[in-house]
C-alpha cells in the first residue's frame, strides 16, 4: 500500500506553507502527495457525518480552482510527487483523522480559514493530533526564521510512544542531513526547598541510562547520525522543550508517554508545544496494524 503524505489544505498562506513542507516530505519519502480541503455544515463541526442528510452543498468552483492552482503550482516546483487532489464534505477533524488511516504523514497548519479555521487552536487540534492513525506534522506561522540547519530535538522518556518518537526524529535527521538531539526532561521539586542528594542522583542516572539506550539505538539505525544527549532539568517539560525548539528545525514527540511526559497530548504539554514551539512540531503515532 504506497500511503500518500497528506496535507490539509484553505487556501491561505499558511495552509501554502504546510503543502510545502509535506511535498518535501513526500519527495523525501518516495509518496504521493494528496492534498485535502474540507467544506463543513455548521452542525457536522468536528464530527463524522452524512453531510447529505444535512443538505451539505456541492464543494464550490472557486474551492476545486484554488485545489488544482495549488496542485500545479507543487507539480512544477517538485517534479517527482505524485500530485492528487480531493475535497471532503464534513469536519476538518473527523476528515483529516479519517484520512490518516490511509496515510503516511499528516500535515496541518495551526491555523487557517474556511474549512480548517481553528485548526490546532481547540477541539480540532486535539483531535487530528491526538486520535490520528500516523504521525502528523504540525507546521507553525512563520513567523520567524526556522534554522534550516538546527538539529531535529525529540523528548526522550523510555516510554514504547517515546521509542517510536525517536525512531521517527533520527529518520528525519537522517533525512534532512542534521543532527539529532536527544533529550530527556527531568522536572523539578518545587515543593522541596532543599534538594534531597540521594534523588537528585538517580534522577541523573535514570536520565543518562535512557538517553544512553536511545542512542546506542539511533546509531545502530543511523551510523552516520550526529547524536546528542541532552539531559534537561525544569520546572515542567514544556518549558523545556519549547526552549530547546529555539534553534532546531524540527521537534519530535511521541503521542503519550510517561514520566516527564505523562498525558502528552491530552494536557498542557502537548498544546504548548503545538501553540508555542518555535519549529514545527511532529507527533509520533503508529501505523494502524493492518497498514502497508
Request: proline share 8%; glycine share 12%.
Amino acid at each position: 500500500m504506497n500511503r500518500p503524505v497528506v496535507v490539509g489544505v484553505d487556501g491561505s498562506p499558511l495552509s501554502l506553507v504546510a503543502a510545502e513542507h509535506a511535498a518535501q516530505q513526500a519527495a523525501w519519502r518516495s509518496r504521493p502527495l494528496l492534498l485535502v480541503h474540507g467544506y463543513l455544515h455548521p452542525l457536522g463541526y468536528g464530527v463524522p457525518i452524512n453531510p447529505y442528510d444535512l443538505g451539505v452543498p456541492a464543494p464550490t468552483d472557486e474551492s476545486r480552482r484554488m485545489l488544482d492552482r495549488m496542485a500545479s503550482e507543487l507539480r512544477g516546483r517538485w517534479p517527482g510527487v505524485d500530485v492528487e487532489v480531493r475535497q471532503v464534505a464534513g469536519g476538518p477533524a473527523a476528515s483529516l483523522v479519517e484520512e490518516s488511516r490511509r496515510a503516511e504523514l499528516v500535515v496541518v497548519g495551526c491555523r487557517g480559514l474556511g474549512g480548517f479555521t481553528g485548526l490546532l487552536v481547540g477541539s480540532v487540534s486535539a483531535q487530528v493530533a491526538g486520535h490520528g492513525h500516523c504521525p502528523v506534522l504540525v507546521v507553525r506561522p512563520e513567523e520567524q526564521p526556522i534554522p534550516v540547519d538546527g538539529p531535529v530535538v525529540v523528548g526522550v522518556d523510555g516510554s514504547e510512544p517515546g521509542r517510536l518518537a525517536v525512531a521517527l526524529a533520527a529518520a528525519e535527521a537522517a533525512h534532512r542531513g542534521t543532527g539529532l538531539v536527544l533529550a530527556h526532561v527531568a522536572t523539578a521539586d518545587d515543593a522541596r526547598p532543599v534538594p534531597d542528594e540521594e534523588s537528585g542522583v538517580k534522577g541523573r542516572a535514570d536520565s543518562t541510562d535512557l538517553l544512553a539506550g536511545a542512542a546506542a539505538e539511533v546509531e545502530a539505525a543511523h551510523p552516520g547520525l550526529t547524536v546528542e544527549r541532552r539531559p534537561l532539568r525544569a520546572a515542567k517539560p514544556e518549558q523545556a522543550l519549547i526552549g530547546a525548539s529555539g534553534d532546531a528545525t524540527l521537534v519530535v514527540v511521541g503521542s503519550r508517554g510517561r514520566g516527564g511526559f505523562a498525558g502528552l497530548l491530552l494536557g498542557s504539554v502537548s498544546q504548548a508545544l503545538v501553540q508555542h514551539a518555535h519549529c514545527p512540531v511532529l507527533v509520533a503515532h503508529p501505523y494502524p496494524t493492518d497498514a502497508g
